[in-house]
């Protein structure tokens, strides 16, 4: 009895089913309910393996990307600057030579040294009190001169861009080496003094060189590399040769003495000649 009562069970189970299966909705059904479990699924195992916990985000990787020292994009904003660390004190005893310059503006930048006159190829910077001084980089870059010089009171050379140097003489106390990066208002020595212009006392000599050719300084101070690289020299050789005699004999004029009467003798007893006090050299190193 009980075998026939799970018998009709079953059937009638089978014969469910059976209908079930025979609707038409049925098996699309199914095949839309399978597709969107494995899109599901093939969704979740892409998105699982392009996690970024796979990946190693260093920061020394990221910083390899860009290498460049942040100096480097400071120089871009850079102005050059008086090369001293309090330029409120500083007074320029001594100017650049302008070959177009008044008469008056060039006899005060003449140098009188080893009995002839020279212009002077940079700007000599005091300080008011007369004391030494820190002596600063007036423009980033990269050191490419240390010498010692009895005459010129010791030599800093500082390169940048494009041709462009600047240059410390009359120093002491050098705090760098050839090849050191420096930053702009960095201490590189200290005011000295020099036997090729004794009478600036304790100061520094500044130059700005543009392909070896000295501009003024002071029209430069505040003002980016870029504007001295737009601009050309107008110290030409031609106007060397034909202002410097002119502001030469002014000079003596208005002393009323030749140099060689300013000096003396030389160092051997003997009285200068007339060629020695007229030469005249452009460069002061």
Same mark, same amino acid.
Request: aromatic share 12%; no cysteine; glycine share 6%.
């Given at each position: 009895m009980k075998m026939r009562e799970e018998e009709n069970k079953r059937s009638s189970q089978s014969s469910s089913v059976k209908r079930f299966f025979k609707k038409r909705w049925v098996f699309p059904a199914i095949y839309i309910a399978s597709a969107a479990i494995i899109l599901t699924g093939v969704l979740w195992y892409q998105s699982s393996s392009s996690s970024s916990d796979k990946y190693s985000y260093n920061t020394s990787d990221l910083a390899g990307k860009n290498n460049q020292p942040a100096v480097e994009v400071n120089k871009a904003l850079e102005n050059f600057k008086m090369p001293v660390a309090n330029a409120d004190q500083a007074v320029v005893?001594?100017?650049?030579?302008?070959?177009?310059?008044?008469? !008056? /503006?060039?006899? &005060?930048?003449? $140098?009188?040294?080893?009995?002839?006159?020279?212009?002077?190829?940079?700007?000599?910077?005091?300080? !008011? /009190?007369?004391? &030494?001084?820190? $002596?600063?980089?007036?423009?980033?870059g990269t050191v490419t001169r240390v010498d010692q010089d009895s005459v010129l009171g010791n030599v800093i050379e500082i390169e940048h861009d494009k041709g462009v140097v600047t240059q410390y003489q009359s120093v002491k106390d050098m705090k760098i080496k050839v090849g050191d990066q420096v930053n702009q208002g960095q201490v590189i020595a200290t005011a000295g003094q020099s036997l090729y212009n004794k009478d600036a006392g304790t100061h520094v000599h500044f130059e700005i060189r543009k392909d070896g050719v000295a501009v003024n300084p002071t029209n430069y101070f505040n003002k980016p590399l870029a504007?001295?690289?737009?601009?050309?020299?107008?110290n030409t050789t031609d106007d060397q040769t034909k202002t410097v005699p002119d502001a030469k004999k002014n000079l003596q004029q208005d002393q009323g003495s030749s140099p060689t009467e300013k000096s003396g003798t030389s160092t051997d007893g003997s009285t200068p000649s007339d060629n020695s006090s007229d030469s005249i050299d452009n460069t002061n190193s």
């Open positions: 005893k001594m100017g650049f030579y302008d070959f177009k310059a008044s008469p !008056k /503006d060039q006899e &005060a930048a003449l $140098v009188f040294y080893n009995n002839t006159y020279q212009p002077n190829t940079g700007i000599d910077i005091t300080s !008011k /009190d007369g004391k &030494a001084f820190d $002596v600063t980089a007036s423009l980033s504007a001295l690289q737009e601009e050309k020299s107008t």
